[in-house]
């Protein structure tokens, strides 16, 4: 399973790399359109890149879940013992799958809603952009559900070894 979705994860790395590389077409084009007159204004590229932006960010995201470098705030010192570990870990994974559940589910109406409309400039069907909202949840959820079954093995190996 963890090969699995390292797997995934790596494909998502590559897929963020591309979009990011991608989104400099547009940017550049607005920068160079703005600043020089040498293009004329395209204003669809505005929309381009916010659109390209939010998949950025939301494949950043699941990365980060997956690698654990998400934002979590730790209101005790790094603990050492094993007991403490899989507390502080447990507690920070299991509410990310929660909230991550809460995103996917109530993500699948906002999509809905996203289906329903068309961009200004590009006549783009904004589901495009929406339906990366319950895709984030969703995989959120996985990462961190596997992450908290991972930390609940590791707390239990360390009992078998000081037993």
């Known amino acids: 399973m963890k090969r699995m979705l390292e797997g995934f994860c790596q494909v998502l790395r590559i897929l963020l790399g591309a979009m990011t590389a991608i989104l400099a077409i547009p940017v550049g084009m607005q920068v160079i359109a703005r600043y020089t007159g040498m293009i004329p204004v395209y204003l669809w590229t505005e929309e381009l890149a916010t659109f390209i ?18 934002f979590d705030v730790r209101v005790t010192p790094d603990a050492s013992r094993p007991l403490t570990i899989f507390l502080q870990q447990g507690v920070v994974f299991l509410l990310i799958g929660c909230f991550a559940l809460l995103f996917a589910w109530y993500g699948l109406e906002y999509a809905r809603f996203g289906a329903l409309q068309r961009s200004v400039m590009m006549q783009a069907n904004k589901l495009v952009t929406f339906i990366s909202v319950p895709i984030a949840g969703a995989v959120w959820a996985i990462f961190a559900f596997y992450r908290l079954a991972e930390t609940f093995s590791n707390y239990r190996a360390s009992r078998k070894v000081t037993s």
């Open 53 to 70: 932006f939010v998949w950025v960010v939301m494949i950043g995201s699941m990365i980060a879940v997956w690698e654990g470098t998400h």
